[in-house]
């Protein structure tokens, strides 16, 4: 019989909807139940792409004699981490401040007040590596709560204390300059792998929020280094298996420092990020890999991550069918010689084990390898290659594919609106302009309600019961500013605007300017979540910081300036101690450093060609934050347009910064000239 996650709408949940385990969602009548029984909570977070969730889940969750222990002795709560992202980093906090480390999926034994005071992760069926099996640790908590309940007390006591003591100093409100901004770029140089590209060692991730602002920087200051830093990342990361040498798009991290074997899921924020930034990385320098790599990433999202409402699904999984019927990571992905001679012939095939580096040993498992571009040798047929990858990723098709995680998260769909529109514009591709059209359409009418509150997620056109967090609202936010810079609509100013006043009155601290996660009427958690730190996706206090940068480029608000500058005192005090970690957070001061500049390009009407082309040059300004509004003169769509004459009867491009504005220009190479950075 299903059990009560039968009826939500996240996948991750509906996957649990036939354990043997009576689950709850997370839910104030969960915590009423255990009191009523007087027994613990088990708590359980994960996400539907997540490897080892699905495994702890096919080991435990499934078997009969645990679920009935787990379900005699405590009311067992599961969450996606993906819908209560407030929920996850509150009891990660603890999980991280106890062990010292985390990951999922995470297991925290909690009172029937919410108070935590056991912890872990993944616990194996039976005892390995030093660590108990998960029927031992259930029955030693149980056990810890029947005999030894005031000692159990006493240390969820401790531990909320403890949470609730660990605030960390925000910095003075006041935002970073060049000085903390060259600090940062040093800092990220001493981490900088210069044989493989990236930071640090394995596992590596893409630093996609770490790219922009070195771009940027590299923009406004002329740092050689930083944009070498740039390009040889992107480059060896496309060039590695992290990316889909096939179908396009990247994998979440590498387990290598070589970006050879990835961990195979695919998340749409990273493909967003990403997307972005091989498309700045193109306009920055020309690059023809940087162009391949931001359009085939775009195409992917679109292909594959599309629903038919018009958003985007959350991922899709690394596990798949290998065609024996067992699930396995990367299945799906990775090819060995004699695949490769079933689907293109022994001639073809030996040059396609060359080009995409295949070997007989196999550089994943199973004498398999990951397909990656290990040298550009030259001599290949270009034609013949391209000939190569379409017969393979045709093939590759006919596999079983992934599983994918059809939820549509607000914040996510906002960045990959961002990206398709801005890629769109450079490249000519209405299409995926239109694509992020439809995706800003569904959140418009499906998440925001009449006050412009955000829901967090939707999933087949229902929108879910978790409200927004902040990164919902400044992802968002962010993508709707994109939106009406390319294409001239204000109508998404507005709507951004209508968010960000959400961040000023519900989010943020009115006395140090300090921007909490969650809303100040959010349902109350034993710690009320805040985390300026960028890690997987940029931190929703560096993306409000930066959306609201923007909006008051936009729109001359003092309010929304402010509020701005106080959120990036953060920046001020972590860029030169951690830079890889507030790498969105940089690239916003950039943009605060450099202005940002304001750009007014008006024409004589929608089917003015030359405006267009000056709008198009505006857009391509590597000008950090650069905000550009595009419009018929006269037009009363952005407030940048106003008062806004054509010169000599031909579409004009206004440039101002700090309150100072260059004579309006006709020619498009002075507007390049001006936007150069």
């Known amino acids: 019989m299903p059990n009560r996650l039968a009826h939500e709408t996240s996948p991750y949940l509906l996957q649990h909807a036939d354990n043997p385990v009576d689950w709850w969602p997370w839910s104030a009548e969960a915590f009423e139940e255990a009191r009523r029984r007087g027994v613990p909570v088990h708590l359980s977070v994960g996400y539907s792409s997540c490897h080892w969730c699905h495994v702890l889940a096919r080991e435990s969750f499934q078997d009969a004699a645990v679920a009935a222990y787990m379900n005699d002795h405590f009311v067992n709560i ?27 999926p995470m297991t925290v034994f909690l009172t029937p007040e919410a108070e935590p005071f056991y912890f872990g992760t993944y616990f194996p069926p039976e005892p390995r590596h030093g660590m108990p099996s998960f029927r031992q640790v259930l029955e030693g908590v149980a ?48 981490e900088y792998d210069p044989q493989r590209g990236g930071f640090g060692g394995a596992p590596k991730f893409p630093p996609s929020m770490v790219i922009e602002f070195l771009l940027r920087h590299h923009a406004r200051t002329g740092a050689e280094g930083a944009l070498q830093m740039a390009r040889d990342t992107c480059e060896q990361m496309a060039r590695g298996g992290i990316y889909d040498q096939l179908g396009g798009g990247f994998a979440r991290y590498s387990v290598d420092r070589d970006w050879i074997v990835p961990h195979f899921e695919k998340m749409l924020y990273d493909n967003a990020l990403l997307c972005r930034a091989y498309a700045h990385l193109w306009r ?49 992905y990775a090819w060995t010689p004699a695949q490769l001679t079933d689907v293109l012939g022994e001639e073809d095939a030996e040059l396609a084990a060359r080009h995409f580096g295949v070997t007989e040993d196999g550089t994943f498992e199973h004498g398999s390898s990951v397909l990656q571009l290990p040298r550009e040798d030259g001599l290949s047929d270009a034609a013949k290659i391209e000939s190569i990858r379409s017969r393979l990723f045709r093939a590759r098709s006919e596999r079983p594919a992934p599983g994918r995680d059809d939820k549509v998260v607000a914040a996510w769909n906002g960045l990959a609106i961002a990206a398709l529109a801005e890629t769109g514009a450079y490249f000519d591709r209405p299409d995926l302009v239109d694509a992020a059209l439809a995706a800003a359409d569904l959140l418009v009418r499906l998440h925001l309600d009449d006050q412009a509150r955000i829901a967090r997620t939707s999933k087949d056109g229902h929108v879910g019961a978790n409200a927004g967090v902040l990164e919902d609202y400044a992802d968002v936010a ?59 996706v940029p931190s929703g206090w560096t993306a409000a910081a930066g959306a609201l940068l923007g909006y008051a480029a936009q729109t001359g608000s003092e309010p929304h300036r402010t509020a701005a500058e106080r959120a990036l005192g953060v920046v001020k005090a972590l860029g030169p101690r951690v830079p890889r970690f507030i790498g969105w957070g940089l690239a916003a001061a950039e943009a605060l450093l450099d202005g940002p500049r304001e750009v007014a390009v008006v024409g004589s009407g929608p089917d003015d060609q030359a405006a267009k082309d000056l709008h198009r040059t505006a857009l391509l300004g590597t000008a950090p934050g650069a905000v550009v509004a595009f419009g018929a003169v006269g037009s009363d769509e952005f407030p940048l347009l106003a008062d806004r004459p054509l010169v000599g009867g031909a579409p004009t491009a206004y440039v101002c910064r700090g309150f100072t504005c260059d004579a309006p220009t006709t020619d498009p190479e002075r507007l390049r000239d001006a936007l150069s950075g």
């Open 478 to 536: 962010e993508g709707f500013l994109a939106l009406a810079s390319v294409t001239g609509e204000g109508v998404w100013l507005e709507f951004a605007g209508f968010l960000l006043d959400h961040v000023l009155n519900r989010f943020a601290d009115a006395e140090s300017g300090a921007l909490y996660d969650t809303a100040a009427d959010a349902e109350q958690l034993i710690r009320r979540p805040q985390d300026p730190t960028d890690n997987a």
């Open 143 to 190: 056990q810890a709560w029947t005999d030894r309940r005031d000692e159990v007390a006493e240390v969820a006591g401790k531990i909320v204390r403890d949470l609730a003591g660990r605030e960390i100093s925000f910095g003075d409100s006041l935002a970073p300059g060049e000085q903390e901004l060259s600090q940062a770029l040093l800092g990220l140089t001493r």
């Open 78 to 104: 599961k969450v996606d981490r993906e819908e209560r992202p407030d929920v996850d980093a509150v009891y990660m906090e603890a999980v991280q401040a106890a062990t010292g480390q985390g990951g999922w």
């Open 284 to 332: 920055a320098t020309g690059s023809e890999l940087a162009r391949r790599v931001a359009l085939e990433t775009a195409d992917f999202m679109v292909r594959e991550l599309r629903t038919e409402q018009g958003g985007f699904a959350s991922a899709l999984d690394a596990d798949s069918d290998d065609g024996a019927g067992r699930h396995v990571e990367g299945a799906y």
